[in-house]
């Protein structure tokens, strides 16, 4: 089978009931009814609608998502989604205007020294754009 870099994608004429599991990376602009589990990077396009639990590495949502998100690494919820459920990520990017209805837990990523770092969320503020944002914990935005 021929190597594949690029992104895999669910269109948002897709409806699926059942359980995804992937592995690099997958944007979701359909329906999707079940279970969702990988290792690598979930994108929830601005048309999806996402109905059951998801666990990945890392997760980017523009649309909806009813249901608990675990996420490995970062969670990003952008301006205009909606998230109805629980969440559970390392590092949580909530933009404004978001819709979150549930509640969140922010962990430690697992091998960090810096102990302070376990118990804070990532706080990122896009008050001046021109700006360039600096991170207490030394990660690029």
Known sequence: MAEHTGKDVLSSDVEIKGSIKFQKELLIDGKVEGEINSDGVLTIGENADIRGEVKTKSITVYGKVHGNITVGERCELKSRCTLQGDLKAARLVIEEGAT??????????????????????????????????????????
């Open 100 to 141: 979150f209805i549930g509640k969140s837990e922010v962990t430690s990523s697992g091998g960090g020294s810096n102990k302070s770092n376990a118990s804070r969320p990532e706080i990122v503020r896009n008050d001046e754009p021109a700006a360039p944002v600096k991170s207490a914990f030394g990660a690029r935005a």
